[in-house]
Each structure stands twice: as structure tokens, then as C-alpha cells.
């Protein structure tokens, strides 16, 4: 019986890996849930699983859940909250594996401390490799337990790497749908809405993933995830455009061989990997090979896609460079959703907040929460003095 | 370093093996090789590599290399000839790999004593494993030494295989390029000439496997291969047609991750990857990732193939029938290209030949070359009665 905590237990991947929990009763107890502010989906969560101990993100839902949970007779399990609430599911005695699924930096901290508490930790959040990914995979080579990753591309270059060693290597080669906009003419960049990039043609997703597809950002934080994760410069890290996303990732050794992992789309089955990792068990997430009929490739455009480029080179100056990358890049994703800027601005702010923060080494989580918070106010600024250029620019498009 | 023998080392897969020790010569050793008939390679490999041992098959062949050889002051090296030759070359105690690839069943014998000396066989012979499978991985088993597929298809399963453990494999996929008459229907197939039987769309090889490659009866024999050597039942090694012949083969795992292989389609990859399994080191041998368009696949139409469909009963049934099916397809093949019969002719003497054998478990190699030979009169007594028939047809199809 594995023992898991989830962090993040009411978002998408936590919700994906309760329900692949619900299929293998006899393997998988939920022992300890950390929550956002989705009280209702809390409470369900707790009367179906009964951890020990569930965390909320604010002191007021915690108060509401205890009282809930004592009401349908739950009163053991142990209700807490804020930052030190997570950090205290994530550091769990009992828990074996943790799944580190908070969205964003506020799960950070948390998965740091589940890693210096031995854990064996599932990611799945992006920050914890893009922002903190020095940190948090030197920690978890002193505690000598594994990282597993728990997204498609990454989970299939671990799968791909049971094939040799390390040190035979090649590269790694991560594919990418493209995005909606793989065929877009450049020229037409400027006047993308919002409506056309929140379409992405392979994955239903988040709304700032879905934007970080069509920019080809979020594959720029693939590539710095899976030099962090697995210890590769950037020169060793490729991105093949890959349409039907049906193919996860290659790895390429030095031999001229390349293994490929492919499966169906389906985030169950990168959870199952991890939490059964080193063994596979049976499940039903066939992949209907009979019907396999083509596969496209071509090698991704980063004039087109500068978000791209401006990850390769942040994943090479290390340091802040990455923590900015990320801010920049939620901060600017969230002025494009609101109609703030324009599709092509996206990387403007973030190549100008990039520049502007430094390649140091980063000591600790506090310290990435610094560079984090510097970054978005630097991306906020850029914002204010941009608008009515963009404004200016769509008007443009229009006619 | 690496001791090696080579059985056939004048053919295509001998020469290769020479090729990639030549481009590691502080790696590999060659210490044994045993060749055909062709005397002026058998010199000038004897020459270059100066094993201590080289064998013949005949004698006065061999009583000329040992003349040869001495006049070129290297007497020191013994020649041998015939079936003992090369069996005393596949069992030298210096060896530490053997290369079986000797076509046909002249193989079998000295494969099967270089297994029973505990020696890590490398395996290009497909009679080692289509007509004495059984015998020579259960003797391989018993020595706790590994049989090394040196061919795409099963060499790229072996790898995959690395992606877990043999009791969590769902079923393995080969692929096949589908041959020059994927496309061309099957109403003309008993006017197919052998010129155009020996257009083969991918790999440059021999004309027996060309053929068996058109027939699909190639893939056959390697579904049966699969089963031998992977110790899997037929229904878990399935076929795909992949006319660019990219990828080699995949492996379906239990929890519905599928790893696949791709590479050049260069034969010293395979021959690299065995000599050097569980390591790997670098080759020039690179695929061009970036260069990857379309792969495209779909089912194999056993209807219009029906000699795949031969390779599956057989392999289901076991005995001496995979031995009859090698042998009455080597015998009709050649017929076909003699053009005694047609095309569609030979899945019709392999069915005969094929159910007129029995499926009585073989025990020695002595028995393989008894059905062997059985099935060969068989089938050649079948053609004697079929030429008219055949003759007419082609008639026909001409007007």
C-alpha cells in the first residue's frame, strides 16, 4: 500500500490522480490533501477519502471544512491552513509519495520541503522545475530519492530512459503540438483574440497553459524542466513540432538509437507511471495502435515563436533568468486574457523583464520568491506603458 | 576487449560486424570466423584480422586459404572446414560473443553448440529461431546467457523492452514496409514478375528475403522469431504496415505506455547494439531527427498476404510445421525466381508443405534437419505437379 499526499488535491492533476487512486483500491491510500479555496470539492474529497489531515488555502475555509467534516461525523481528520498547512501535508510522516500540483509558486515551497522530508515526489507543477529547478533537484539528489514527472513529455523521456544510461545520452527531443497557431502567417500575430488562441487543437487544458501552447512558451518551460530534471545543458534539449501530440518525447543516445513513448492522451496514465514507478501495472488506458494512421513533424519556427527562443537562453544564463521567464509570462498571459495587450506583446514584456533580472545563483525558495515577486512587478510596469500601442496595432489589423 | 566469432562472415551481416569492430578496434577482437565459399574474402579477412582460427565449408577451400595464408607468413592461423569447422569456431574457448549469421539451416548446428558453450550469441540466422527456436532459447535459459537479436524489428523490441519488466508487456508491435505490393491489388498478383518482386521499396538485401519481404512471409518468420525469442504467445506479437520502415518496432506495455525504436536503417546499429548490450557507445550512425516528416501505418491485409497468416498458424502450432514452413518457402522462393512458378504460387506450396508436416515437439538439432529436409522433398514434389498450372495462368494474365 502506498501512502500519497496530493498538493493541489481539487485542480485538474489532483482530481487525475484520485480517480486513479479510486481504481486500484488495494495499492494507493490518499493519506493527506491540500486544497486551494474549492471548499466544496474540499469537502467531498475528505468524506470519500478520509486522510488524516486536509489543508486550505485560507484560514476561513478551514474553519468551514473542520465544522463540515465534524457534522458528517469526519471530526479526526485534521483540518489546517495557508502556507504552513501545506507545507505540513507535504511533510507528512505517514505519506510515501507526494504529487506536487499547486499551480503556480505557492506550491514551491511545499514540494521543497517534501523533498528534504525524503519524499518521493510526483511534479507536476512547472515552477517547481522552471523557477526552483536548481534547488529542489539538488535536494532531491542528497535525499537520493527520484523526481518523477508527471506531464506527457517529461514522463515519456523517463520511460524513454530506462533504454541506457545517462551518460549515453544524446539529446532528448520533446515534442510539441504547435499550438493553434502553427500555420498562422507571422503577419497575423497581431491580431489574434483571445477566443483563437484559448483553442488548442490537441489537449483541454487551463486557460494560461492553453495560451503558453499557442506561444510555445509552455514547451520553453518543458525545455528548462527537462535540463533541471535531467541534468542536461540546453544544447542537448530539442523540440520537434508534432501536431497529433500522439508521440510524448524521443531520447536520443550516442549509439544513433532513439526510443519514442507514445500513449493516449490521457494525464491518468503519466500519474499511474509515477505512483507505480519502478514497476507498470495493468490499466485501461489502451492506445488503439490498429488505428494508427500518420504522424507529422517539422522542426518549430522560433521567429515566429520567440517565447521559445527567449526560454533556451534563460535556461542557459540560469539563475533568476527562469524565475523572471515565469512571472513575466503569467503576469503578461493574464494582461492578454484580459484584453490588456496583444497576442505578439506576450513576449515583448517577457524578453524586457528577462533582461532586466539577474543570472546569480539562487540559495533558496525565499529568494526565488523574491526574484518572483521583482519580475512580475517589473512585467506590470511594462504593461502600463504599453497598452495604447497595442491598441494603436490591433486598429491596425482591423483595417 | 571484446572476444568475437563470426559465423558467415563473408555475407552481408559477416562483413558488417567486421565493419563496426573496424571502427572500434580497442573495443573488439576478432578471434574466430568461419566463411562460405568465397575464398578471396575468406584471405583478406584472414589477412586483416588474423584470427586464430578460420573455417570452410569445403575442404579444398580450405586446403587453399591454409596455402595462401602461409605464403602470406600467416601460418599461425588454423584452417578448418565443413560443419565440425564451424562448430569448433562458434565453441573457441577465446570467444566471449558468437555472431550467428550463416543463412539458412547450415547454421543451426554450430549456433546451437556456441549456445550450449555459454557463449552471448548474437542472432542473424532466422532458422536459429524459426525452425529451432524452441531448442536454442530453452539452452540459452539453461546457460543464463543472453540470445542478442541482431535484426531492426527484434533488436528494437529488445530495447523497448528496457522500459520495463517482460511480465508487464501487453503485446509487442513489428513493423514491415508492406513490401513493393502494399498498393497493387490482388487480382494481379499472380502476374507479378520477379523483377518487379525484387524492387524492394526500403532495405537492399538478398533475394530470398526480398522475396520474403514481398510475401510478407519475412514478417511471418519474425512474428515467429518474436515468440521464441521473447517467450511470448502469437496473439501478443502483432503486425503494422510502416512503408517508411523508421520506426522498427514497438512494445505495448500493461499500463498502456507504448516505447518504439527508430534509427537508420543501417544493419551495423543492430549488430553495435548487441555487441555492446547492456552498454552503448557513441556511433557516427545518426538519424536525422530534424529532418522527420510523416510516418505513416496502417493494418497488413492477411487476406492478400497470406503467408503472414501461414507464419501465425505456425507459430501457434509449434513442431516441426515452423520448420516446414522456413523450408518450403526457401524452396518455393527459389522456384519463383527460377520461374518455375508464379507469385501467388508460393503461399500454396508453403500451406501443402506446412500441413502436411506434424507438430510433435522436436528434441535435438538432428531432428530440425530431418523435418527440414522432409519438407523440402515435399515441397519440391508439389512444384513438379504445379508448373503447367502456373504456366497458364501467367498466360492468362499476359492477355
Chains 1, 2 share one sequence.
Not at 486551494?36 to 474540499?42: E, F, I, S, W
Not at 506531464?151 to 544510461?165: F, I, K, P, T, Y
Not at 491518468?268 to 519502478?278: D, G, K, Q
Not at 520568491?369 to 506603458?385: K, N, S
Request: aromatic share 6%.
Amino acid at each position: 500500500m502506498k501512502c500519497i499526499a496530493i498538493l493541489g488535491s481539487t485542480g485538474s492533476i489532483g482530481r487525475s490522480t484520485l480517480s486513479v487512486a479510486e481504481s486500484f483500491p488495494d495499492r494507493f491510500e490518499i493519506v493527506a490533501l491540500a486544497a486551494g479555496r474549492n471548499l466544496d470539492t474540499a469537502f467531498e474529497q475528505g468524506r470519500r477519502w478520509q486522510p488524516r489531515i486536509i489543508s486550505m488555502a485560507a484560514e476561513p475555509d478551514a474553519d468551514v471544512l473542520r465544522s463540515r467534516l465534524k457534522q458528517a461525523g469526519l471530526g479526526k481528520i485534521e483540518v489546517v491552513h495557508g502556507a504552513a498547512g501545506t507545507v505540513k501535508v507535504a511533510s507528512l510522516p505517514e505519506a510515501d509519495f507526494v504529487v506536487s500540483a499547486i499551480v503556480g509558486v505557492a506550491g514551491l515551497e511545499a514540494t521543497y520541503e517534501a523533498v528534504k522530508a525524503g519524499k518521493t515526489v510526483g511534479v507536476a507543477n512547472k515552477e517547481c522545475l522552471v523557477a526552483a529547478g536548481e534547488l529542489i533537484t539538488a535536494e532531491a539528489r542528497r535525499q537520493g530519492k527520484p523526481l518523477l514527472p508527471i506531464d506527457s513529455e517529461h514522463n515519456a523521456v523517463h520511460q524513454c530512459l530506462r533504454g541506457g544510461r545517462m551518460e549515453e545520452v544524446e539529446r532528448i527531443w520533446l515534442t510539441a503540438s504547435g499550438g493553434p497557431f502553427l500555420n498562422t502567417p507571422r503577419s497575423e500575430f497581431n491580431a489574434i483574440t483571445v477566443e483563437q488562441a484559448l483553442n488548442h487543437p490537441t489537449w483541454k487544458m487551463g486557460k494560461r497553459i492553453t495560451i503558453d501552447s499557442a506561444t510555445l512558451m509552455n514547451k520553453g518551460f518543458e525545455v528548462i524542466e527537462a535540463c533541471r530534471l535531467f541534468h542536461l545543458p540546453p544544447s542537448k534539449v530539442e523540440v520537434m513540432v508534432h501536431p497529433q501530440s500522439t508521440i510524448h518525447s524521443f531520447v536520443e543516445f550516442i549509439d544513433g538509437s532513439i526510443l519514442a513513448q507514445f500513449s493516449v492522451t490521457d494525464m491518468r496514465l503519466p500519474i499511474l507511471y509515477a505512483l507505480t514507478y519502478p514497476e507498470r501495472i495493468q490499466s485501461d488506458m489502451r492506445f488503439p495502435v490498429g488505428d494508427l494512421r500518420h504522424l507529422d513533424f517539422s522542426p518549430p519556427d522560433m521567429n515566429k515563436f520567440p517565447c521559445l527562443r527567449l526560454a533556451y537562453e534563460a535556461a542557459e544564463a540560469g539563475g533568476a533568468t527562469t524565475v523572471a521567464l515565469n512571472a513575466a509570462d503569467e503576469v503578461a498571459v493574464a494582461a492578454f486574457l484580459e484584453g490588456s495587450i496583444g497576442f505578439d506583446d506576450i513576449p515583448r514584456i517577457i524578453e524586457s523583464t528577462v533582461s532586466a533580472s539577474n543570472t546569480g545563483r539562487l540559495e533558496s525558495i525565499a529568494q526565488v520568491l523574491e526574484a518572483d515577486a521583482d519580475a512580475r512587478r517589473y512585467a506590470q510596469e511594462r504593461i502600463l506603458v504599453m497598452p495604447k500601442k497595442s491598441a494603436q496595432r490591433r486598429a491596425i489589423s482591423v483595417v
